[in-house]
């Protein structure tokens, strides 16, 4: 699991940037219902949740959000209580003008204190792309909260440091460039093309309702966050060690992140089975839902509650 290319990640957001309006968060807050905010020290995170049985908890990916999810939740909500979370920085959490929230640490810590907040003592984990890194750090660093592990196209766990940049230290000089970025659609819809295998899967609705979950007030602060060098050491995350039941999903065309890298990283963990979904892309969970809750479900299911 390579990281994934930093251009094609980070295009998406940079693009969004240059908008001359971003939402604030009480707007944010007027639209959604109250029930999707949780409260987490100084934070309002925000949430989907349905259905009822084991906790399972969705992780999306880098320029993702709750929204990424939507075909397979209610599905998955049949047979478990699904919780969806967006991390710091993406989608409708509140976003922190901290730097540290944004570390790879602190986005499974936010996990961890979201499962706490709900009661979980453990849960199922489902994670896509930069959520399958942050997945793998909870799966190394805090195996027993987790009852399994799953994984959509993920990126390595060293990802949330490897994109990192000291050019992104010089905040002023960077909120300027981010603020000047000129906002093209095309720029958008091109991100998105990278990630489907399936071209026509990629309407100007999605564009719009990925574009309205990223130019949220408050996003040059996670650009930095996301992006300035963290100082000191890192955790060396060792795949070895993950004993958690996991299954790794992998879209043959993925032009993100390559499926070999995924196919490679998956032989060393112990207890991982590697699938590959034909005709699909960086995101199965938009593109092939139908695939991926065929593998999906009966993994969980045979894990007991």
Request: a neutral charge; charged letters at 25%; aromatic letters at 10%.
């Amino acid at each position: 699991m390579r990281r994934p290319p930093f251009v094609s990640l980070f295009s998406l957001l940079l693009a969004c940037l240059g908008c001359a309006s971003l939402r604030s968060f009480d707007e944010i807050r007027r639209k959604e219902p109250e029930d999707r905010f949780l409260r987490i020290r100084d934070q309002l995170v925000h949430l989907e949740m349905a259905g009822s049985g084991p906790p399972l908890v969705l992780l999306h990916g880098f320029g993702g959000s709750t929204y990424s999810w939507r075909r397979v939740m209610p599905d998955l909500a049949e047979s478990f209580r699904v919780v969806a979370v967006d991390l710091n920085g993406f989608g409708y959490t509140q976003r922190s003008r901290d730097p540290a929230r944004y570390t790879r640490e602190a986005q499974g810590e936010l996990v961890l204190a979201v499962m706490d907040a709900l009661g979980f003592e453990t849960a199922h984990l489902m994670g896509h792309s930069y959520g399958g890194g942050i997945s793998l750090w909870i799966a190394w660093k805090h195996p027993e909260r987790l009852r399994s592990l799953v994984l959509v196209d993920s990126s390595a766990p060293t990802y949330a440091y490897d994109r990192r940049s000291r050019v992104a230290s010089f905040r002023p000089l960077t909120a300027a460039f981010l603020r000047s970025w000129m906002l093209r659609p095309s720029t958008v819809r091109k991100a998105l093309l990278r990630s489907f295998y399936d071209d026509s899967l990629v309407t100007p609705e999605l564009v719009q309702a990925y574009w309205e979950r990223i130019r949220i007030e408050g996003v040059v602060d996670a650009y930095y966050g996301l992006t300035v060098p963290v100082r000191g050491p890192v955790d060396r995350v060792a795949l070895e060690d993950i004993r958690v039941p996991t299954l790794v999903l992998w879209g043959a065309e993925d032009q993100v992140i390559s499926m070999e890298s995924g196919r490679r990283a998956t032989a060393r963990m112990p207890q991982a089975e590697f699938v590959v979904l034909d005709k699909t892309g960086h995101i199965p969970m938009e593109e092939q839902p139908e695939e991926v809750l065929r593998h999906v479900l009966p993994f969980l299911k045979s894990q007991g509650d």
